[in-house]
C-alpha cells in the first residue's frame, strides 16, 4: 500500500513559500527545493510500487517536461503530434499518401479535397520533396530566406517561421514530418481560411484552384502544371471527380 501521507505536499509546490520572515525570497533556491522534494516523493512511489530506480527517472522526467510523453509512432510537433513517417526517402508517390491521408483524417477533408492540397504542394517541391529549396537544389534550407524550402515553399517570413517552428519542436526542416506538422499548423491557425476555401469544393480541380489561391498564391499560377499533379498524387484506380 502506498503510504499517502508522504505526497500531499504535492498539493502545495505550485505555490510560494510562507513564513519566511521577511527574508527575500530565492527563486532559485525555492526551484531546487521543489525538485528535492519532487524526488524524494518519486523515491516514495516507486518504492511502493516496486519499480525501482528506472521508474523513478521515467517520472521524474515526465515532470520536468511538463507531463506531456510522445506516444511510440509519432512525432513532437507543438501541441500537435503528427505520426512518423516511414516510407521511402527521396519525395515521390510515398510522401504524397502520407499527406493525404493525414490531411483527411485531420481536416475530414474528403480525397478530392486532400488531392487539390497536395497536388499544389507536387507541383511547388518538384514531386513531394520536403527537402526541396527554390531552384531545384535539395538539401537543407539555404539561409536565403527570399528563397522557397520545403513542400510548400515557404517564403520569407514564413520561412523563417517554418524553421523557428522545427528548432522549437526539435524536429529536422528536412524531415516529411517538419513539412507535414508546419503545414497543418498553419491550416489551423495562420491560413485556416484555405482550409476553409478547399472544404467548400466538390472536386478535386476546384479543391486544387481554390488551395493555389488561398495558400500558396504564387506569381505565376501555372493551373494546367498543378491539375497534372493530380495524377499523381491520387491512389492508383481511384476514381476522382476533376
Not at 520572515?21 to 510500487?49: C, D, F, M, R, T
Not at 516496486?50 to 507531463?67: K, P, V
Not at 480525397?111 to 527537402?131: D, R, T
Request: overall charge neutral; glycine content about 12%.
Amino acid at each position: 500500500m502506498i503510504n499517502t501521507a508522504g505526497l500531499r505536499g504535492l498539493d502545495t509546490l505550485q505555490s510560494e513559500p510562507t513564513g519566511t520572515g521577511g527574508a527575500a525570497w530565492n527563486p532559485a533556491l525555492y526551484q531546487a527545493g521543489i525538485v528535492k522534494e519532487i524526488e524524494q516523493l518519486l523515491a516514495l512511489l516507486s518504492s511502493a510500487l516496486g519499480d525501482g530506480e528506472s521508474s523513478t527517472d521515467s517520472l521524474l522526467a515526465a515532470l520536468i517536461s511538463g507531463g506531456s510523453s510522445t506516444p511510440a509512432g509519432t512525432s513532437r510537433a507543438g501541441s500537435a503530434r503528427v505520426a512518423s513517417y516511414s516510407g521511402a526517402s527521396g519525395g515521390g508517390k510515398p510522401v504524397a499518401s502520407y499527406f493525404m491521408t493525414h490531411l483527411q483524417k485531420d481536416f475530414n477533408l474528403t480525397p478530392n479535397q486532400a488531392a487539390g492540397i497536395v497536388a499544389n504542394l507536387w507541383y511547388e517541391s518538384g514531386g513531394m520533396h520536403p527537402n526541396m529549396n527554390e531552384g531545384g537544389h535539395a538539401g537543407a534550407p539555404s539561409s536565403n530566406m527570399g528563397q522557397g524550402y520545403g513542400v510548400a515553399q515557404w517564403t520569407g517570413s514564413r520561412k523563417r517561421e517554418f524553421l523557428d517552428f522545427a528548432a522549437r519542436n526539435h524536429m529536422n526542416p528536412s524531415s516529411v514530418e517538419a513539412n507535414y506538422a508546419f503545414l497543418k499548423h498553419e491550416l489551423q491557425t495562420t491560413h485556416s481560411d484555405a482550409i476553409r476555401a478547399v472544404k467548400s469544393t466538390s472536386t478535386a480541380k476546384e479543391a486544387t484552384l481554390k488551395f493555389c489561391n488561398v495558400f500558396e498564391r504564387p506569381g505565376v499560377l501555372a493551373l494546367n502544371a498543378r491539375y497534372d499533379a493530380l495524377a499523381q498524387v491520387m491512389p492508383s484506380g481511384s476514381s476522382v471527380m476533376v
